[in-house]
T-cell receptor
């Protein structure tokens, strides 16, 4: 299974943009890049995913490098509620279906 | 609130006990998952069920026995666990067996916190 590398922790100020990086140098051509986040005392929740092109949704934007070996999750205006562990995940397709294998994650703290 | 419901929220069991964790979803999802999460670590995949059939077992010890009685329910039967099995057990579901394709992300419950004494 291809792996992802993320910084252990990052800090942000409230209402400022946050760029969360992820390296995935062993990504294969069919692997999708997913981001989930886990707020304290909750299960993970889906944030965004993409394959090659940059993606936007109501929660965040995902910027994918041209060679696909890295990506960046962008939160446009961080709020205190965005404090969580953010996981960058490569989705691998197998004959039996698919597996989401979580990386180590980045713990994001947001200062008022 | 989450659309995937896990019960109980907390469970304490001895090493000789038999217990079960329950997970329920009513979103019509056809794939369901068990993950295990130790403190300060990422979730680790244990099992995947697709259309009520076990499709992936990540070499989980036999003291963990999954069961999918119907498309809405997923159980994890526990027997003869060890203290190192204490963890947060997360259940998830997705619309298809390929989460992330066709707009089918994983929906997680808030987990059962298991303590083995």
């Amino acid at each position: 299974d291809a792996k992802t590398t993320q910084p252990n922790s990052m800090e942000s100020n409230e209402e400022e943009p946050v760029h969360l990086p992820c390296n995935h140098s062993t990504i294969s051509g069919t692997d999708y890049i997913h981001w989930y986040r886990q707020l304290p005392s909750q299960g993970p929740e889906y944030v965004i995913h993409g394959l090659t092109s940059n993606v936007n949704n109501r929660m965040a934007s995902l910027a994918i490098a041209e060679d696909r070996k890295s990506s960046t999750l962008i939160l446009h205006r961080a709020t205190l509620r965005d404090a969580a562990v953010y996981y960058c995940i490569l989705f691998a397709i197998y004959n039996q279906g698919g597996k989401l294998i979580f990386g180590q994650g980045t713990e994001l703290s947001v200062k008022p | 609130d989450t659309e995937v419901t896990q019960t109980p929220k907390h469970l304490v069991m001895g090493m000789t006990n038999k217990k079960s964790l329950k997970c329920e979803q009513h979103m019509g999802h056809r794939a369901m998952y068990w993950y295990k999460q130790k403190a300060k670590k990422p979730p680790e995949l244990m099992f995947v069920y697709s259309y009520e059939k076990l499709s992936i077992n990540e070499s989980v010890p036999s003291r963990f026995s999954p069961e999918c009685p119907n498309s809405s329910l997923l159980n994890l039967h526990l027997h003869a666990l060890q203290p190192e099995d204490s963890a947060l057990y997360l259940c998830a579901s997705s619309r298809t067996e390929r989460p992330g394709l066709n707009n089918s992300p994983l929906h997680f419950g808030n987990g059962t916190r298991l303590t083995v004494t």
